[in-house]
């Protein structure tokens, strides 16, 4: 089916009901499994159910912007140690392209301790001490391979699988695959914190070539919310409850002359976006938190913190959204100087994530939300074993470094405690199981009840996946 | 992939297959026949679903289905069939996923029943190989085909009609009545200005009762300056027009001068032809117009990647990627991208094809700039100024004038001998500078080291600072001199203490015998743009005196005190750095002069020029040194070398204020144009060096070096299958809401065939044959019949034919984004048409922009650039203007050809509260009070016709005055609220109305 086609198919078949948000998937879903219709594979309008019984429902991705080091935090390396400052040996250079390292660099012992923690026996380092509070609920991948070593095309390619902007992004496949469980609020919300915007820009989290209804929206810390969704001044909600009865009103005359099915879906989506005046506000109000929570999150009320964002991802999980993505951009330490060095500033980056991350995982525990989601840490690649050194810096920072990096899974069926992955004594390669990023996906793919292999899209001819050609389901990280 | 027949792509077709059920009467009705069953069907099948795999010699299970022989012959596992077998056959049993193999196509949506009854129908009626050596129908040349008659007489208009009504009548549909005048003549100006029409426009043509009144009213509309805006939007997606570079820093560049370009090609219905070769190879041509050279912009538009750390070389590579996809996409409607891994999957395109067009575009010049060592090389191509032709004539004009200041200065200076003399006696006795030697006192803890020459070097705390130099006059003082001197100690090897060896000395004091005096006529041989030598006698830290970017040449500053020092004096010079923003920059190393030379013009003589009249005689070359001096110095020629500075300064003012355009430059050479194929695609795998050509299967040019203008001339040759279609399916695509061929993105073989396949064939040689007249095909096509339909739907046809590609109705689609804006504000009575010039940023919501080390911010326009139209919103690729975003608008980041039309909340919350759209509603709540109507009704009725063009029907007006009622009501009430809207609470919830009619689907819509 082609791209007007389908935009047509959507919307035609929302029309049999009031649907929730964008005219996804969900609604498909929701619709067609009520009918037990049960059309096995996958057509170009999403998935009309999932290909295989799902492990998990949502995915919230603690995304590092900027790439946090895990030779500092989860890949301790006594050699480094023992020839710390020492020239890096030739062969680990040749054929290598770094982005600011020239010449031969020092190799660089991590300045923090390591201990191994909980019954996972998990390494850690001394910046992330919350991290041990949920170390047996983790499964900890040492190596993450990326074939990007740019900030930008690096996490384009984390999030939409190709480093060029263009193609949707994970969030946006999987809404467009199963839809939003969430009648009134979006299927892929993403929320911002750090010192800025994604290096990738909005195409991290934008649809592609897929509609534009599965992007991802940012729900704001400061100002309104979502853009637009507050009423303006002069304008109390009788008066919008008014207006909006006008104007469905006016809508209806219309249809009935025309008969366009659009005007259809455009007054039920006025309902919603009235629905969503409440939903969003009552959302985002933390003021119900009990205190206990708001102390295990370390929330700032009220600021554009990452602790928030964390209680913010729990209830929009709760509240059915598919996939909800955390930026906290910040983690790119070069050591050019205190303000990006390993010394200084990562200690600064580790506060502000580690006791929200760290709530958030056991938050969902204790509500029994962990089954069902997938919480995902990490970054766009990770940071070399050698010390930069950018025009003689004598701060301390690494590289981008995309051969070898850590991140951690937890939940959704992802094997608690677990140990993925072994790098060599410099941290450089991998040695025992590496997994690329479209392993990655596949896997969070998998976990959700989808082949990766299956859910496609065409566009200019072509069936695109999440996944492009490659990708493999890492069974070993499943329960 | 060259050397295999072309015919091996070309079996396929699949004209009139998938809208053949649109003739049956019943949307269920695709075909399932058994006896028509053709092997292009089953080709087809194959190229959409399986040859992805199953291709070439090293296809999947060894079975390639790319031709007629490998199907036959089958594959690992034997034969696929045996002829009128299709239940035992191995082909179907895979199809259908039986015998516990894998379901084909594997990791994809199965077939559906159709194609699989296709499979098994073609096999048992004797799987007929047939049509083989037919090439798919894009890549043959259009042919002219008959007009075709219609039962139905006198609906025609013009020949367009007599394909659509053909098609129509074999499918037993009727044209539907013609649209009103109102709903046609907002259609027309939507469509071809993209703004709604004025009601004196409306009324004109209610009234115009004779027969040529729609064509005075297309006439005029072509015509409109505006016509060019509305078209160069589509243009401006493909082209990826955008105001930053894209990826990470996202850095803004000055690009409009290209999108001007677009509008006014589009105006001055440049043709096609010349169209496409002006921005492909407009700095080919010979003796390029500026603005032919400003028309390759249009490959400059793509992204690129200034991040830090980038490896240049593969920046360059994606780079000129993305012009070789871009322009296949663009021109060819072909997906040549797939190519740069692989051979074309489904078309005819190999792997070196697509290195060999990649080779075209890989000649362009461009210049390393920035540090290497420190990963900040960048590779750029070249900018040129691009001056309007009023800021050419004034350029012209000043720099007459300047030739004619210097004639008049040179024929005096020359004629005034023995003045000159006696001027020279004077400067031989001129005192000479005297190097002070003072005492030295400093705050903040700063050390001040004399050197052997009498000069100071600073070391020590680094963080704003006074140096006092104190000593006593040995003779009367006249002036200062302070000499900044470079040190290999200082930073960068500069004169100042900075990372980057500058500094700026901020203020400069004088206290004489303990009394201050004051300091002024202050002379350097440099200073940093944007500061300014008056700043070293105000209160203000950041303004004065610095020197980036000559750091590490010596500079000298002449100060002069207010009176003569006498001989005897305490003399207290301060020299101070009070800087918030540049405290770092402290002075490094400098040494202070005195001189006691009365006349300010001989305390300045250069030390070559006092040399020469030292001596006895001059040669003449010196005669020319000392000539040019006097002429520079002498007292008696300061009027003239002030209107010399000033037309100097009027020129270099003019001149920053002319506006770059990023253009393409072609480095020269002779020979054929080389580049590597890369294996896999890959930057790092490149391979054999091909020679640069157009892909194989579709001609070839006879040129020995095929370079971008080769390129351009083939495109644009009458015997090429692709252009003029590709061209007029888009135009069709802009009017109808989809092109002929609906896959405008992608004429391949996985594309759509066209639903008119003859009126494609028809309007690509009439757009050929007129000299590729642009406006010419736009004026066919609204002039038709068939765009003049009402677009009102029945059930019958919305069951038949859904997505209207038969056109048995008008259009009727939601407007692109930057267009709903127009209207709003044309409604309002608020849009400043103005055409072209830089972006501007209309009102954003805070913290929209928020990009990784950039200190790019949004900058709010002033005044009416508040409301220009929405094409020239500033369009950052990594965060576009969020309205846009929510309507679908693209961000610029890549070509593209069709954008989405999603119907979604927040496009609805957008149009409810986006301060922009309240303003508007105030605007036309304020228009309509102030349009002298009588009554509220009457009021209602006039807003709402200003946004829809049509009267409002008597339900609508009274659902509307109703609401005013009950919203006017609670105003009163509610006082408070009211205020915050407007001045009284009529207005208030006039307010609302117009926000209610401008929320209408009618209002956004073009129906």
Same mark, same amino acid.
């Given at each position: &089916? ?146 990007? +070593? ?28 199963? @839809? ?180 958030? %995982? ?44 850590? &991140? ?21 390669? /991998?040695?025992?199981?590496? &997994? ?36 493999? =389901? ?6 | ?73 089958? @594959? ?7 002829? @009128? ?90 044209? $539907? ?40 009213? %297309? ?76 028309? *390759? ?27 070789? /996809? ?113 005492? %030295? ?56 203490? $900075? ?8 203020? &400069? ?177 490149? !391979? ?137 504000? *044309?409604?309002? !009575? ?66 593209? =050809? ?18 922009? +759209? ?38 609508? #007006?009274?659902?509307?005055?109703? #609401? ?26 006039? %307010? ?16």
């Amino acid at each position: &089916m082609n791209h007007e086609a389908i935009l047509q198919e959507i919307t035609r078949r929302t029309l049999f009901k009031q649907v929730g948000y964008g005219l996804g998937g969900a609604a498909l879903s929701s619709l067609l499994l009520d009918n037990a219709f049960a059309l096995d594979g996958s057509s170009d309008i999403g998935l009309q159910k999932p290909h295989f019984k799902p492990k998990a429902k949502n995915v919230i991705f603690l995304f590092m912007a900027g790439a946090p080091s895990q030779l500092d935090l989860f890949d301790p390396k006594p050699t480094l140690i023992k020839y710390d400052r020492q020239e890096c040996p030739e062969e680990l250079l040749k054929g290598e392209r770094f982005a600011f390292i020239k010449g031969t660099p020092k190799l660089l012992a991590s300045p923090y301790k390591f201990e191994q923690v909980g019954k996972s026996g998990h390494w850690v380092s001394e910046l992330l001490p919350h991290f041990k509070e949920i170390a047996d609920d983790v499964a900890v991948v040492h190596t993450m391979r990326t074939t990007q +070593f740019n900030h930008a095309p690096a996490q384009l390619f984390m999030n939409t699988g190709f480093q060029q902007p263009g193609r949707p992004s994970m969030g946006s496949w999987l809404t467009y695959g199963l @839809g939003s469980e969430s009648k009134d609020l979006p299927g892929f919300v993403v929320l911002l914190s750090g010192e800025n915007a994604p290096d990738g820009g909005k195409a991290c989290y934008a649809s592609g070539f897929l509609p534009t209804v599965y992007q991802g929206i940012e729900f704001r810390s400061e100002g309104e919310a979502v853009l637009f969704v507050n009423n303006p001044e002069g304008v109390p909600s009788d008066v919008r409850r008014d207006t909006l009865d006008a104007i469905r009103d006016l809508n209806r005359i219309k249809h009935k002359e025309t008969l366009d099915p659009e005007i259809e879906t455009r007054i039920s989506q006025y309902e919603l976006a009235y629905r969503m005046q409440s939903s969003v506000p009552e959302l985002m109000d933390l003021s119900k938190e009990s205190k206990e929570t708001h102390e295990m999150y370390g929330t700032q009320p009220g600021k554009k913190s990452f602790a928030n964002n964390c209680i913010l991802a729990r209830r929009l999980v709760e509240r059915g959204v598919r996939f909800v993505q955390l930026y906290h951009r910040g983690w790119d330490n070069h050591g050019t100087g205190a303000g990006d060095d390993i010394k200084n500033r990562l200690p600064a980056l580790c506060r502000e994530v580690d006791k929200a991350a760290a709530a958030l %995982v056991k938050d969902l525990k204790q509500r029994g939300l962990l089954d069902e989601t997938i919480v995902v840490w990490g970054g766009e690649f990770g940071r070399t074993p050698m010390n930069e050194g950018r025009a003689g810096s004598t701060f301390l920072g690494r590289d981008h470094h995309g051969h070898a990096f850590t &991140m951690w899974m937890a939940g959704g069926g992802i094997k608690p405690g677990l140990s993925y992955g072994l790098t060599d004594e410099l941290g450089y390669r /991998a040695v025992e199981d590496s &997994m690329s990023v479209h392993d990655l996906h596949a896997t969070i793919l998998h976990q959700l009840g989808i082949d990766h292999t299956r859910l496609t899209y065409k566009f200019q001819g072509r069936p695109f996946r999440l996944t492009d050609v490659e990708g493999e =389901v890492i069974e070993k990280l499943l329960v | 992939m060259a050397k295999r027949p072309f015919s091996r792509y070309g079996f396929l077709s699949l004209a009139g297959l998938p809208y053949a059920f649109l003739l049956f009467g019943s949307s269920q009705a695709m075909p399932t026949q058994t006896s028509k069953t053709s092997f292009a069907d089953v080709a087809g099948i194959f190229k959409a679903h399986c040859n992805s795999c199953h291709t070439g010699e090293n296809s999947a299970a060894g079975l390639d289905l790319s031709n007629p022989e490998g199907i036959l012959k089958g @594959g690992a596992s034997g034969k696929l069939f045996a002829v @009128g077998k299709s239940k035992t056959s191995l082909l179907m049993e895979r199809v259908l996923g039986h015998g516990g193999m894998p379901r084909m196509p594997m990791g994809f949506a199965p077939l559906s029943k159709e194609q699989e009854n296709i499979l098994t129908s073609w096999i048992d009626s004797g799987a007929k190989i047939d049509a083989l050596t037919k090439t798919h129908w894009a890549y043959v040349a259009p042919k002219q085909h008959p007009i075709p008659t219609t039962k139905l007489q006198g609906w025609t208009k013009n020949q367009v009609d007599n394909f659509i009504l053909n098609r129509l009548e074999q499918g037993k549909l009727k044209p $539907s009545p013609e649209a009103t005048k109102e709903t046609l003549i907002r259609r027309l100006t939507l469509d071809l200005t993209g703004l709604p029409p004025t009601l004196k426009e409306v009324d004109a043509f209610l009234a115009d009762k004779s027969p040529n009144a729609y064509e005075k009213v %297309v006439d005029r509309l072509l015509a409109s300056k505006h016509f060019g805006e509305r078209q160069a939007m589509g243009w401006l997606d493909l082209a990826r027009y955008a105001d930053t570079d894209g990826y990470e820093k996202d850095l803004g560049r000055v690009a409009w001068k290209y999108r001007d370009w677009v509008i006014q090609a589009f105006n001055r219905n440049l043709p096609y032809d010349q169209f496409t070769i002006e921005q492909l190879a407009g700095d080919l041509l010979p003796k390029p117009t500026l603005d032919q050279m400003i028309a *390759t912009g249009f490959h400059r538009n793509t992204m690129l990647n200034l991040e830090g750390g980038v490896d240049q070389m593969e920046a360059r590579y994606e780079l000129i990627n993305d012009r070789v /996809a871009t322009t296949s996409t663009v021109w060819m409607g072909q997906t040549m991208q797939c190519a740069r891994c692989h051979d074309h999957k489904y078309d005819p395109i190999s792997h070196k094809d697509y290195f060999r067009m990649y080779a075209i575009f890989a000649n362009t010049e461009y210049y390393p700039t920035g540090r290497q060592d420190i990963s900040e090389e960048k590779w750029r191509e070249r900018d040129i100024p691009a001056p309007s032709p009023e800021q050419q004539a004034s350029l012209n004009k000043l720099n007459r004038e300047l030739a004619s200041f210097r004639a008049s200065l040179n024929k005096e200076s020359e004629a005034s001998k023995s003045e000159r003399e006696s001027w020279f006696a004077q400067i031989r006795q001129a005192k000479p500078w005297e190097t002070s030697k003072p005492a %030295v006192e400093t705050t903040n803890g700063i050390q001040l080291t004399a050197q052997a020459d009498g000069s100071f070097l600073a070391s020590g705390p680094n963080s704003k600072g006074i140096y006092r130099l104190k000593f006593t006059s040995q003779e009367p003082i006249h002036a200062f001199r302070l000499t900044s001197i470079p040190d290999a100690k200082l930073p960068q090897g500069g004169s100042g203490r $900075s990372g980057g060896g500058n500094f700026v000395l901020s203020r &400069m004091s004088l206290k004489v015998d303990g009394k201050a005096m004051k300091l002024g006529r202050p002379m350097t041989d440099f200073i940093q743009r944007g500061f300014d030598l008056g700043g070293l006698f105000d209160q203000d830290g950041n303004t004065g005196w610095a020197i980036h970017p000559e750091v590490r040449k010596p500079h000298w500053l002449i100060v002069r005190p207010d009176a003569p020092i006498p001989k005897g004096a305490t003399v207290e010079l301060e020299l101070a750095n009070e800087s918030n923003e540049w405290p770092d920059h402290l002075l490094g190393r400098f040494s202070l002069a005195i001189s006691a030379e009365p006349k300010d013009e001989f305390q300045t003589i250069p030390s070559n020029v006092q040399k020469i009249l030292a001596q006895a005689t001059r040669s003449g070359a010196d005669e020319q040194v000392v000539l040019d001096y006097f002429q520079a110095n002498n007292p008696k020629f300061a009027p003239i070398r002030d209107q010399i500075s000033k037309a100097e300064n009027d020129i270099n003012n003019l001149k920053q204020a002319i506006p770059m355009a990023m253009v393409m430059t072609e480095k020269k050479g002779n020979g054929p144009l080389q580049a590597p194929l890369h294996e896999r695609g890959e930057f790092l795998s490149p !391979g054999e060096m091909l020679d640069a050509g157009i892909p194989a299967a579709f001609g070839k040019t006879n040129a020995k070096r095929v370079d971008r203008m080769e390129l351009a001339k083939w495109l644009v040759a009458k015997d090429n299958p692709m252009t003029a279609r590709v061209q007029v399916n888009r135009i069709w695509e802009q009017y109808f809401g989809a092109g002929l061929v609906e896959t405008s993105e992608n004429w391949g073989t996985p594309g759509t065939p066209p639903s008119h396949p003859e009126l494609l064939d028809w309007l690509s040689l009439r757009f050929m044959n007129s000299g590729w007249d642009m406006k010419a095909m736009h004026k066919l096509i609204v002039m038709s019949a068939t765009y003049r339909q009402s677009s009102i739907a029945t059930p019958a046809l919305l069951e038949r034919d859904p997505s209207n590609r038969l056109l048995a109705r008008g259009p009727r689609f939601r407007m692109d984004a930057e267009f709903i804006r127009d209207t709003a504000l *044309t409604a309002a !009575g608020m849009l400043n048409p103005e055409i072209g010039g830089p972006s501007v940023y209309p009102h954003q919501p805070e913290g929209v922009w928020n990009t990784p080390y950039s200190s790019e911010f949004w900058r709010t326009s002033q005044g009416k650039d508040l409301y220009r139209r929405g094409m020239y919103t500033y369009l950052k690729r990594t965060s576009p203007y969020p309205t846009f975003t929510n309507f679908d608008g693209s961000s610029r980041e890549v070509c593209t =050809v069709r954008r989405g039309r999603t119907n979604t909340p927040l496009q609805a919350l957008n149009l409810l509260n986006d301060p922009a +759209f309240l303003e508007a509603a105030k605007g036309l709540a304020t228009r309509v009070a102030n349009a002298g109507k009588p009554t509220t009704e009457s009021q209602i009725a006039y807003a709402f016709r200003l946004c829809t063009a049509r009267r409002a029907k008597p339900d609508e #007006l009274k659902r509307l005055v109703a #609401l005013h009622e009950t919203l006017r009501a609670k105003y009163i009430k509610n006082t408070e609220e009211s205020k915050k809207l407007a001045p009284s609470p009529e207005r208030a919830a006039m %307010v609302m109305v117009a926000n209610v009619i401008l929320n209408l689907d009618e209002t956004i819509n073009k129906e």
